[in-house]
């Protein structure tokens, strides 16, 4: 809807509901609200002015379903992701929503939608944990932290992907543990397991994802050095983004980083020649 029709639509909407007691708006919104096409558009200005979930759910569910079957799924979806916790009554929508289409935009709306929902959808965490091996590394990434942000429940399912998934599951399941962060501790010893032997079909960043897991989840100083090499040679922006995050929160400086790099690496080199070679491709990358 362009801006001069949502302008007309919410001077229609203030129009009608001027003066009306709370208890009068439903029917006074009614009309508006029916109109199936510019429906959703008049829940958000709805949902803007009052602040009532009541007065637009049910525009939101009848539209949370496949575009086959009349409905617009990923503008529902996102209407819920704006009102955040305030959504929660669409949960059940957008279960059978991703439980009944393939297509990757939806779902992304669908889990980017939930992930906004927070704890409240728990229910779905089956449906996420699904996802987790989409080919599609949007929607995995996006049921990841669909996942985090249910919270610590989700820790003995994501557990699980962890120790017995493929290696794509594994990786966007520590991710999520990732995002928990120090509730999710109980799975570093088999994050530094992977992190040090990935499985043979794993892809080049596998290892990396796991000690990201183990470094948001400690926030301990020691994982400062590898940290600030995924932000300064990643290409996966994700990735850069998150390890920068990390950094600020474990509260590790740049500067302090390679110099205590520069002081390893005099170490090494009077002790250890392998050691000092691999300290030595560090630094050069991270001051080149």
């Not at 949902?47 to 569910?61: N, Q």
Request: negative net charge; glycine residues 6%; proline residues 6%.
């Amino acid at each position: 809807m362009g801006d001069e029709s949502s302008a007309r639509l919410a001077a229609q909407i203030k129009h009608l509901t001027q003066g009306k007691r709370p208890e009068e708006l439903t029917g006074v919104l009614a009309s508006v609200l029916s109109n199936p096409e510019s429906s959703l558009d008049a829940a958000k200005l709805v949902w803007d002015f009052f602040h009532r979930p009541d007065l637009v759910m049910r525009v939101i569910c009848d539209a949370i379903k496949p575009y086959e079957k009349g409905g617009k799924p990923e503008k529902a979806c996102d209407l819920v992701r704006h009102m955040a916790a305030d959504g929660r009554e669409a949960v059940p929508s957008i279960r059978s929503l991703i439980q009944s289409t393939l297509v990757y935009d939806t779902l992304w709306a669908a889990v980017d939608a939930l992930a906004a929902v927070g704890p409240d959808s728990s229910s779905v965490a089956p449906e996420l944990l699904g996802l987790l091996d989409h080919r599609s590394g949007r929607v995995a990434s996006g049921a990841a932290h669909a996942l985090a942000r249910i919270g610590p429940s989700t820790l003995p399912a994501l557990l699980e992907k962890l120790e017995r998934g493929t290696p794509r599951e594994q990786e966007f399941a520590a991710d999520a543990l990732g995002q928990i962060g120090s509730a999710a501790k109980d799975a570093l010893p088999l994050l530094q397991r992977l992190g040090l032997d990935p499985p043979s079909d794993s892809k080049g960043d596998f290892a990396t994802w796991m000690t990201l897991a183990m470094a948001e989840i400690s926030l301990v100083p020691d994982f400062g050095l590898a940290l600030l090499v995924m932000a300064k040679t990643e290409s996966d922006e994700a990735l850069v983004e998150r390890a920068r995050s990390a950094l600020k929160r474990i509260g590790v400086s740049e500067s302090k980083v390679i110099k205590q790099l520069r002081c390893d690496l005099a170490e090494a080199e009077k002790n250890s020649p392998a050691e000092a070679e691999s300290l030595r491709d560090a630094l050069k990358a991270l001051t080149s």
